[in-house]
């Protein structure tokens, strides 16, 4: 009974967060409308690099196109601004509060963040997909077994995303400013996890220092799957790793969070 008042009480956050972005309705607006224009761009970018080529790096054009609708809407899961609500929360002592509350911050935060993926993610992810859909005639994944692996692997990309987002939020307690950190974060994830180009196209030594960070685990491993550029036993493979990762990441976002709140600061209080 206790544990089930208290995944109610992570569940309100949930609710709570939802309730606030559905409330900004020119902001979803702007960010519909901005990722409708990123993924126009995209899209006739690598038409005039595809050209009068049929396959480049294993991708003809349907599958690029597909990749850039695809790989946006996975993107805009994770854009739950999760660092910059910590940061905001350390700087104006609200973060004190938390202290106090019978709740583990840290799942907190993560369940926080829910409300804006199902806003920012799913809702603007859906619409900037049915376009593409209607447009441009995306492609659907090709077998069961790629639509469950992509489903399942998405799930364990958003963990992996919040606790680095979530990392990077920690920073504010041993600076002033996280928001330098904060823009660097969002360029190195959209690059190094393929959210702006395939990591097909990267240079190898490049290729081998991203599939040695999380990185690649957030976009590419998802994506890679839907368009059955993973299949077999290397979707459990990929899997196996997003695991391993997401419980890392998490893990040093504990301890992280330990050493913060030994030495905590409240600015502005």
Not at 3 to 9: G, L, M, N, V, W
Not at 63 to 83: D, R
Not at 94 to 110: G, W
Not at 180 to 206: C, E, H, Q, T, Y
Request: with cysteine; aromatic share 14%; charged share 10%.
């Amino acid at each position: 009974m206790h544990r089930a008042r208290s995944i109610k009480k992570y569940f309100m956050l949930t609710s709570v967060t939802l309730q606030t972005a559905m409330a900004y309705r020119v902001s979803f607006l702007l960010s519909f409308l901005a990722g409708l224009v990123q993924a126009l761009v995209l899209y006739y970018i690598w038409r005039v690099v595809f050209n009068d080529e049929q396959v480049l790096n294993g991708f003809n054009l349907s599958q690029m196109v597909t990749y850039i609708f695809i790989s946006y809407a996975v993107k805009n899961l994770y854009g739950f601004h999760t660092e910059t609500n910590i940061s905001v929360g350390i700087r104006d002592g609200s973060v004190a509060t938390e202290l106090i509350k019978p709740l583990n911050y840290q799942v907190a935060r993560f369940f926080e963040s829910l409300g804006s993926v199902i806003v920012e993610g799913i809702l603007i992810g859906s619409l900037v997909l049915l376009l593409g859909v209607t447009w441009f005639h995306i492609e659907s994944p090709s077998t069961v077994t790629a639509s469950l692996g992509f489903a399942i692997s998405l799930i364990l990309s958003l963990f992996i995303n919040f606790s680095i987002s979530y990392i990077v939020g920690l920073c504010s307690f041993w600076t002033t400013s996280v928001f330098g950190i904060v823009n660097s974060k969002r360029f190195i994830m959209d690059f190094l996890s393929g959210g702006l180009v395939p990591l097909a196209f990267f240079p190898r030594w490049l290729k081998n220092i991203t599939f040695a960070l999380p990185f690649h685990s957030v976009v590419h491993a998802p994506v890679s799957i839907y368009l059955g550029k993973i299949t077999g036993k290397e979707i459990c493979d990929v899997m196996i790793t997003q695991i391993v990762w997401a419980v890392i990441l998490w893990i040093v976002g504990s301890l992280l969070w330990s050493r913060a709140i030994r030495k905590i600061t409240i600015y502005g209080g």
